[in-house]
T-cell receptor, first 113, second 113 residues
Framework: AQSVTQLGSHVSVSEGALVLLRCNYS??????LFWYVQYPNQGLQLLLK??????LVKGINGFEAEFKKSETSFHLTKPSAHMSDAAEYFC???????????FGRGTSLIVHP | IAGITQAPTSQILAAGRRMTLRCTQD?????MYWYRQDLGLGLRLIHY???????GKGEVPDGYSVSRANTDDFPLTLASAVPSQTSVYFC????????????FGPGTRLTVL
């Protein structure tokens, strides 16, 4: 069984501030982990993914995430927020040969000028 | 390269009417999925297919049916629409392994009155 918890349905930051979006997972076997971004009125698109290579994964638009097995976490960070980062962010996990991922409920990132 | 296309973009439908949402991908992906997205509930899987000719039920399949006659197309049918099916519907595809990300269409916004 696999599950994902995203802490905080909304995160608000000022432009230029650090972005931290939290994701914790549960999986009985080694997981594959994904972060997706959804801009208003669009579908989801992949930001980055962890597939058991480097634990620090770099994605598009300056985002990165670190896989921490001991903490069962895959938090998403960006050093300096831009207004254009305002969007909905989803964490997802798949494991055990399943091609059906489990998604978190999403975190809405709000960026203030 | 179009990726995944969905039609229509939006639709207003009277309750009790039959409606088919169309989804086509040109990436030759084995797996395809239908999700609905509702405020506060994130993405919920309706139906999926891991290859042409086979389909499976997701988390919220009631009131929906799908078919997978070929690799490219995965239509979703509402046999008799009800207001609770008002939602944004996303089609997605994937090569079909747990380490592969999903590719999402732009969505169909459906309102059932």
């Amino acid at each position: 069984a696999q599950s994902v918890t995203q802490l905080g349905s909304h995160v608000s930051v000022s432009e230029g501030a650090l972005v931290l979006l939290r994701c914790n997972y549960s999986s009985s076997v080694p997981p594959y982990l994904f972060w997706y971004v959804q801009y208003p009125n669009q579908g989801l698109q992949l930001l980055l993914k962890y597939t058991s290579a480097a634990t620090l994964v770099k994605g598009i638009n300056g985002f990165e995430a670190e896989f921490k097995k001991s903490e069962t976490s895959f938090h998403l960070t960006k050093p300096s927020a831009h207004m254009s980062d305002a969007a909905e962010y989803f964490c997802a996990v798949s494991s055990g040969g399943s091609y059906i991922p489990t998604f978190g409920r999403g975190t809405s990132l709000i960026v203030h000028p | 390269i179009a990726g995944i296309t969905q039609a229509p973009t939006s639709q207003i439908l009277a309750a009790g009417r039959r409606m088919t949402l169309r989804c086509t991908q040109d990436m030759r992906h084995n797996a395809m999925y239908w999700y609905r997205q509702d405020l506060g509930l994130g993405l919920r899987l309706i139906h999926y297919s891991n290859t042409a000719g086979t389909t499976g039920k997701g988390e919220v399949p009631d009131g929906y049916s799908v078919s997978r006659a070929n690799t490219d197309d995965f239509p979703l049918t509402l046999a008799s629409a009800v207001p609770s099916q008002t939602s944004v519907y996303f089609c997605a595809s994937s090569p079909g392994s747990s380490y592969n990300e999903q590719f999402f269409g732009p969505g169909t916004r459906l309102t059932v009155l």
